[in-house]
């Protein structure tokens, strides 16, 4: 599985941006996804998930009721939309994929995308 993310920039405190990771190569439908981010000089850090059905999702508590996971399993598409951003999410985005559901937040996961800069400005 290829994933590619997009849709990283630079955007004021109390700004959006939609984050996109478009899968390729396998059954997009039966994986579980999730972004991540890391920041420097920190850990990577999961975001949110989003079970294969899209029924499901799930979300760390730092990012809860600001961020949406979604996914587009006709267009093999996963989003994070991402509302009042705050100079803290400040940090490079992953998307990843697992081949089995998600549950959590919490998962290893087996294929990664190439990273997406965000950067929220003061």
Request: net charge positive.
């Given at each position: 599985v290829q994933l590619q993310a997009s849709g990283?920039?630079?955007?004021?405190?109390?700004?959006?941006?939609?984050?996109?990771?478009a899968a390729s190569g396998r059954t997009f439908s039966r994986f579980g996804l999730g972004w991540f981010r890391q920041a420097p000089g920190k850990e990577r850090e999961s975001v949110a998930a989003i079970s294969w059905s899209g029924y499901n999702t799930y979300?760390?508590?730092?990012?809860?009721?600001?961020?949406?996971?979604?996914?587009?399993?006709a267009k093999n598409t996963v989003y994070l939309?991402?509302?009042?951003?705050?100079?803290?999410?400040?940090?490079?985005?992953?998307?990843?994929?697992?081949?089995?559901?998600?549950?959590?937040?919490?998962?290893?996961y087996d294929y990664w995308g190439q990273g997406t800069q965000v950067t929220v400005s003061s």
């Open positions: 990283g920039g630079l955007v004021q405190a109390g700004g959006s941006l939609r984050l996109s990771c979300y760390a508590d730092s990012v809860k009721g600001r961020f949406t996971i979604s996914r587009d399993n939309q991402m509302n009042s951003l705050k100079p803290e999410d400040t940090a490079v985005y992953y998307c990843a994929a697992r081949v089995a559901d998600v549950v959590s937040i919490l998962h290893q």
